[in-house]
């Protein structure tokens, strides 16, 4: 039997391939062979940690859910993920406009929808006991933490590209399982150690330099052929 939220989880990950595919498409990136396998491998890894990370057997048909209406709006999710991380790469190195500034302009689009979905689920409960109603210092903490996170994201985005964001977050999955293990008691089992063996083969893969064409080696290290500016027959004379 299968969990929704586990099929949910690792068929998400095809984000990283579409996120590549776009980077391609919209960027005119090259990436070799090497790295497309490298891509591959770290969705292997991610599925099988993402896996392990989620459990439940919940039975997909039982639950009364469509199968294929779900993979479809997964697949669409996908895609729109890696276009508009992809978009978003675009604007920042594309224009002349800051991180701080595009994260502005994000940020008020963010709030206003973030407000009024607040408005509309707990409008009431905000009105009797204000907005900052248990706000604890460690929810202020939590906040800060998304916040400076965020800005992190726009500046890797910035000066790196979102496949290398994906690596990183791939990474992350990796380590914030392995923490559990002594905040949690979590039980580390051969699937997850498979798994976090094929995100950081991965990572080391994609990172190796690119091997340069020999073709274009020799066009580069030979010159082309120059005609002399006198004729070759007047030179033997």
């Known amino acids: 039997d299968i969990s929704p939220s586990l099929l949910f989880q690792v068929t998400y990950q095809l984000k990283i391939l579409t996120t590549a595919l776009f980077s391609v498409l919209l960027l005119r990136k090259s990436l070799s062979r090497l790295q497309w396998g490298s891509l591959i491998i770290l969705f292997a890894g991610v599925a099988i940690v993402q896996s392990e990370q989620a459990g ?81 210092p460690l929810v202020w903490c939590v906040i800060f933490n998304q916040a400076f996170g965020g800005l992190l994201v726009a500046v890797v985005v910035k000066y790196a590209d979102n496949i290398l964001k994906g690596f990183a977050t791939s990474l992350s999955i990796v380590v914030s399982t392995a ?56 030179l033997t004379k």
């Open 56 to 136: 439940g057997k919940e039975n997909v048909a039982s639950s009364g859910q469509n199968y294929i209406v779900g993979l479809i709006a997964v697949g669409v999710s996908c895609l729109s993920s890696g276009f508009a991380g992809v978009y978003f790469e675009r604007i920042l190195k594309g224009s002349s406009g800051s991180v701080w500034l595009r994260n502005i302009q994000l940020g008020i689009f963010g709030t206003a929808l973030g407000l009024l979905a607040m408005w509309q689920q707990d409008g009431t409960a905000v009105a009797e006991k204000g907005f900052f109603y248990g706000y604890t």
């Open 179 to 234: 923490a559990s293990v002594h905040l949690f008691g979590f039980h580390v089992d051969l699937p997850f150690a498979l798994g976090a063996g094929l995100v950081i083969g991965a990572v080391y893969l994609y990172s190796l330099p690119r091997t340069p064409d020999p073709a274009v080696v020799n066009t580069i290290q030979t010159p082309p052929h120059k005609e002399s500016f006198l004729p070759k027959s007047v």
